[in-house]
């Protein structure tokens, strides 16, 4: 009896999954999409069929299309900034008092923990595998990526990823979230001693990263064999692009930085739970460092190239003219990719190392900054007597100059020596490399995401409040981090939940700053979502204005043919949904986009 | 062949990284001369592999970037980085691949040859 009623319900359970499962599968799209309009890529010549792509959820649980795929990575890569983002705004409350006011010390390092390893793996790396997976292919003329099925696998290798990352916060009994910072140095993290490191929310963590090291890995092999085997005819090295050049030299860094993370990693968890120890006893925790950092050097220049690629890209479609010095910046790209692997140690100043090998580190680190500052110089001189548009995207890689070249003479600094030894484990240090991580990078993302907002979304955002974001962003950015800089100069160490009452007014600086910050992208998730519903349809396949100052380029070409080749479902023209009082012609034409007003 | 790849143009385009290159071999020839902190078989010979592998692997990576990129410009059309596959998009140099022009190319090339020779004599 009892087992007929088992059958009975699994039975019933079964028929309720096909019935959910055909439900999904007919359930009505997400956006306007037909076969040939958004299946095809370049040229639309690999003939996508409706029956390959299903409609509703069905479609992104299965896709294996380069662009849908990268709608994936920057969903996933949003999502995780709002939780780093939100994390942050929690420590920085904390911090208006010196003592532990609002939250614990041990929550506080919990935060602190997962912020970095958040905005670092799974919002940064995420977000530039967007940008990547959704134009790399585009504009090299290709028809996807070279394999496809890896892509799909990498991504979805990543929300497990993030939910191991993240587990230690989940309401599970005997769990806690790691307070190993990201650096995860040893021994804290090998879970010895008296603390309560231990615990199995690390182990998880290590985990998670591990698997969205594996995932990054994977989409780095895509990327190279897409970029030297699917380029189009006349795509040639010469012909290639700057983002995909980055892109390229990124996935050349991460096939060689990640795997060394991954294996030191699993060293670390061998040494928490199978009773290994490699990083027990004399120069262990040294190994730690050394391994850790060999990956985490090329791990910030994975972070920064695609981001300069994106403003190297965008800066000079609104400046009315090319890049200036194109092969400069290509070279001095993959400068920086090689000399990348040659300075990890300069994390390590003060760990007394050998002089002779810190010298050494100290004269590699010196010489990178060369690569950098040529690209800074190429940006500013693009812009120089260029026809100027201030869009929003034009905003946010202005902000990226201005930015990292605080965030870049900052580091150059603390590439000597003598200046590290002092400023070393301060606040200086969150200070540049926040410079560079925030005031840069999520910058560049901003910039990107705006400016081929109208190729992936088919609708425009809305230009007053794209420039509220740049704003308040940018002041935000400057407030925060500045006050950090001189914090740091004023002694006040890194990392801890309290502090001593002499800092506490930059501290609450640096906390106004952070709240403008706040509320300066809770308008762009507000503009970025409300617009996508409802923003105007861009329906001119050059909404910068590109042809007429002859830099129009591949990705809107294809945007230009998905709009003439698309079939109106039902016959019937989609009327364009409008903002509040907006003239289309005008709210389209976008931001900047009229010469005139820019020239006054 | 390697004189008409890299030509004037294509050697000032890759001085962007001879700086970074000539950096290090400052640092190098520094800590030859003055060792400020001793010379150690072991220390010192990390201390200049860590200079010499990025300097040779820098300089090995820049040469075949720059055969590659000025290789492709001398043997096909030269587009717009981006634009390359866009329609009817306008080369900025047209390969031109008639005799006259790889006539052309090898006088060029000799007389490149000829004037680094008589700059070498200087």
Not at chain 1, 234 to 249: E, G, R
Not at chain 1, 297 to 306: D, N, S
Request: proline share 5%.
């Amino acid at each position: 009896m009892q087992v007929n009623g088992q059958l009975a319900l699994t039975v019933l359970m079964g028929i309720f999954l096909v019935a959910v499962a055909a439900w999904l599968a007919r359930i009505e799209n997400w956006r306007s999409y037909t076969p040939i309009g958004g299946g095809g890529a370049l040229g639309q010549q690999e003939g996508y069929v409706s029956e390959e792509k299903p409609s509703g959820i069905i479609r992104w649980l299965t896709t294996v299309d380069h662009k849908d795929i990268g709608l994936l990575y920057g969903t996933y890569g949003l999502i995780a900034f709002v939780v780093g983002g939100l994390m942050v705004t929690v420590m920085r409350i904390e911090l208006i008092d010196p003592g532990m006011s609002f939250i614990s010390n041990q929550f506080y390092n919990s935060l602190l923990t997962s912020h970095g390893i958040t905005m670092l793996f799974l919002f940064g790396t995420p977000i530039i595998a967007a940008f990547a997976n959704y134009l790399v292919p585009l504009l090299i003329g290709a028809d996807d990526m070279a394999f496809p099925r890896i892509n799909a696998i990498a991504f979805w290798l990543l929300p497990p990823a993030a939910l191991l990352i993240w587990a230690g916060f989940f309401p599970i009994p005997d769990l806690i979230p790691a307070q190993t910072a990201w650096t995860m140095y040893t021994p804290l993290s090998a879970g010895v001693g008296a603390g309560n490191q231990a615990n199995a929310g690390v182990d998880l963590m290590l985990l998670g990263l591990h698997l969205s090291g594996v995932s990054a890995t994977m989409g780095s092999i895509n990327f190279i064999a897409t970029i030297f085997t699917e380029r189009g005819d006349d795509v040639s090295w010469a012909n290639l692009d700057i983002f995909s050049w980055t892109i390229l030299t990124q996935s050349g860094l991460i096939l060689f930085a990640f795997p060394l993370l991954g294996s030191a990693l699993v060293m670390l968890l061998f040494d928490r739970n199978f009773g290994t120890t490699f990083f027990a006893g004399e120069g262990g925790a040294m190994l730690w460092q050394h391994l850790f950092w060999f990956f985490g050097h090329p791990e910030v220049y994975i972070l920064v190239l695609p981001p300069m690629g994106i403003v190297s890209y965008v800066l000079p479609r609104f400046s009315g003219r090319r890049l200036f010095g194109f092969k400069f910046v290509v070279y001095s790209t993959l400068a920086i990719g090689v000399l990348s692997f040659g300075v990890w140690a300069h994390h390590m100043f003060a760990t007394g190392m050998d002089p002779r090998l810190r010298a050494s580190f100290m004269a590699v680190s010196l010489a990178i900054a060369i690569p950098s500052a040529v690209k800074t110089f190429n940006w500013i001189t693009t812009m120089w007597n260029g026809r100027v548009r201030l869009t929003t995207p034009m905003l946010f890689c202005i902000g990226f100059v201005s930015n990292f070249i605080i965030g870049g003479v900052t580091g150059v600094f603390l590439a000597s020596i003598p200046v590290d030894l002092i400023l070393h484990d301060t606040y200086y240090v969150v200070g540049h490399f926040h410079y560079v991580v925030m005031g840069a990078i999520a910058f560049a993302g901003f910039a990107g995401l705006y400016y081929w907002y109208p190729l992936y979304t088919g609708r425009m955002y809305q230009k007053t409040l794209g420039k509220a974001h740049f704003w308040l962003s940018m002041v935000g950015t400057n407030i925060t981090f500045f006050a950090m800089i001189l914090l740091g100069y004023g002694g006040m160490p890194r990392r801890y939940a309290t502090y001593l009452p002499q800092f506490a007014s930059l501290h609450q600086v640096a906390t106004i700053g952070a709240l403008i910050l706040f509320v300066g992208q809770v308008i762009f998730v507000w503009n970025f979502v409300q617009s996508w519903l409802e923003g105007p349809t861009v329906d001119d396949g050059d909404p910068w204005d590109l042809r007429e100052s002859g830099l129009y380029t591949a990705e809107w070409d294809w945007y230009d043919q998905k709009l003439q080749t698309a079939i109106a479902d039902g016959g019937e023209e989609e009327d364009s949904v409008l903002t509040d009082g907006g003239d289309e012609e005008e709210s389209v034409r976008t931001d900047g986009g009229d010469v005139d007003a820019a020239d006054d | 062949m390697a004189n008409k790849i890299f030509d004037r143009d294509t050697l000032l385009d890759l001085t962007v990284n001879v700086v970074p290159l000539f950096i290090i071999g400052f640092f190098v020839v520094g800590f030859v001369v003055l060792a400020p902190f001793g010379i150690d078989p072991l220390a010192s010979a990390i201390q200049f592999g860590l200079l010499a592998v990025p300097f040779v692997l820098l300089a090995v990576l820049t040469y075949f970037a720059g055969r590659a990129v000025a290789g492709a410009e001398h043997s096909s059309d030269v587009y717009l980085p981006g634009q390359a596959s866009v329609r009817g998009a306008e080369p900025l140099e047209e390969f031109d691949d008639t005799p006259e022009s790889l006539e052309r190319d090898q006088t060029n090339a000799v007389e490149g040859e000829t004037a680094d020779d008589a700059a070498d004599d200087h």
